[in-house]
């Protein structure tokens, strides 16, 4: 689950009180997504339940319908599969809802895909959009922002 050794003394950094901030940094998030904006590469996963008590030959079938779904599904959006899937790892399966289905596993397939991606726009309140570092609302206030 973390990537290090996890230490309690990370808890130290915490902000101490106060109200949490509910504004979006855009500027921020402009930044950290600036690099991608030209890099026509993006990773997609394939994820499809499976029962746990399958035949191998059911199983193949099933996957392969899955994969084969996945795959044209992609390329109807503009995506060209660059290079071999590879098969990520088996977890628990989970409904849409969160709950785990004790009776399946749930298969990831992992491709590097290329395209040249359409510019798209995300339109954020204004009264959510973080002004200054000390601009700060409570959740009321988000909420009446949008």
Not at 41 to 66: D, L, V
Not at 75 to 98: C, F, I, M, N, Q
């Amino acid at each position: 689950m973390f990537k290090q050794p996890f230490s309690w003394a990370n808890f130290r950094d915490l902000p101490k009180g106060g109200e949490p901030d509910y504004l979006i940094d855009t500027a921020r998030i402009n930044r950290r997504l600036a690099g991608r904006n030209q890099n026509p590469y993006r990773e997609h996963i394939c994820a499809f339940p499976m029962p746990k008590q399958i035949s191998p030959r059911a199983f193949k079938a099933r996957a392969k319908g899955a994969i084969e779904t996945f795959l044209g599904t992609m390329e109807k959006s503009g995506w060209t599969l660059e290079g071999k899937l590879r098969y990520e790892r088996r977890e628990v399966a989970t409904d849409p809802d969160g709950k785990v289905l004790p009776e399946c596993f749930e298969y990831r397939v992992t491709g590097l895909f290329k395209t040249w991606p359409k510019p798209w726009r995300i339109e954020v309140p204004a009264g959510l959009v973080k002004q200054d570092p000390e601009h700060r609302i409570t959740l009321r206030e988000a909420i009446r922002a949008g």
